[in-house]
């Protein structure tokens, strides 16, 4: 099985090369499930239900999102009634969405699950209790296991990837938009990666607007970010896996 995995979406350049190059990505790669991080579409914070829908039109199967989630009220509802977006299983409950979904590929079932670190990123229910209980849940259905770690702080995603090899079939990270040159298949046969990195404008920081971006750095002064304009980069990862749910490889993607 082949899942080709699209970092971080920021704004409409992001989503404008997703879909431009998405046709590109399907004819090389011949991937069996696509997954996307959106949580940015929404200029920059959040998601709407329009966009999701683009992303599907798109040929995009599955949504995940992480701590700009809930910045667009209106996707609530929807969350609510479509399993093809999670947001990070480790809010506390009650909150809307599902935190992992079950997509059948053929005839093999795979978990899509979202989590958040909490270093540098808030106070979140624990992502390592958290998925011990997702994973007994779900252990009788399914050994094919993916996780997008919404994380800011290295050593968490590492840390959170050795916890859970030989568990899951790959851990890769989201948020800080930068692209890692680390993939590996841990000892265990799970895939990972730090980050993944985003699909947004290039001549930027993380996607924003590089001055007002330099005025927050300068001034320590509150500054609404507004995303980029101008060329964009799309940064992906594939990841093949075996019957037994194992990675068998892992390879970076940076299209621009």
């Known amino acids: ?30 991937p069996d499930l696509v ?9 920059g914070r959040g998601l ?26 209106e996707i609530y509802g929807y969350m609510d009634n479509d399993r093809r977006i999670v947001r990070p299983a480790n809010f506390p409950k009650g909150v809307p ?16 699950i979202n ?12 992502p390592f209790a958290v998925i011990d209980h997702i994973l007994e849940e779900i252990q009788a259905v399914t050994k094919h296991v993916f996780i997008d770690f919404h994380a800011e702080a290295t050593s968490e995603k590492l840390a959170f990837a050795y916890y859970v090899d030989g568990r899951v079939s790959a851990v890769v990270g989201t948020h800080t938009h930068v692209q890692t040159a680390d993939e590996r298949i841990f000892p265990g046969g799970t895939a990972y990666i730090t980050d993944v990195g985003m699909c947004g404008p ?35 990862v594939v990841v093949e896996l075996a019957e037994n749910g194992q990675a068998s490889s892992i ?6």
């Open 97 to 112: 969405g599902l935190g992992y979904t079950l997509v059948k590929v053929g005839t093999v079932q795979v978990a899509v």
């Open 202 to 236: 290039i001549d930027s920081i993380i996607g924003m607007k590089k001055e007002q971006v330099l005025q927050r750095f300068l001034t320590q002064m509150p500054v609404r970010f507004e995303v980029e304009t101008g060329p964009a980069m799309l940064n992906a």
């Open 1 to 30: 099985m082949r899942i080709l995995f699209i970092g971080d979406i920021v704004g409409h350049p992001g989503r404008a090369i997703v879909e431009g190059r998405m046709p590109e990505l399907l004819d090389q790669y011949r």
């Open 115 to 126: 989590l958040m670190g909490r270093v540098f990123m808030g106070d979140y229910d624990s």
């Open 251 to 256: 390879s970076r993607i940076c299209l621009k």
């Open 35 to 43: 997954i996307a991080n959106a949580e940015n579409m929404a200029n």
């Open 48 to 73: 709407t239900p329009k966009l999701a829908e683009m992303l599907f039109d798109a040929n995009v199967d599955i949504l995940t999102t992480g701590n700009h989630v809930w910045d667009n009220r």
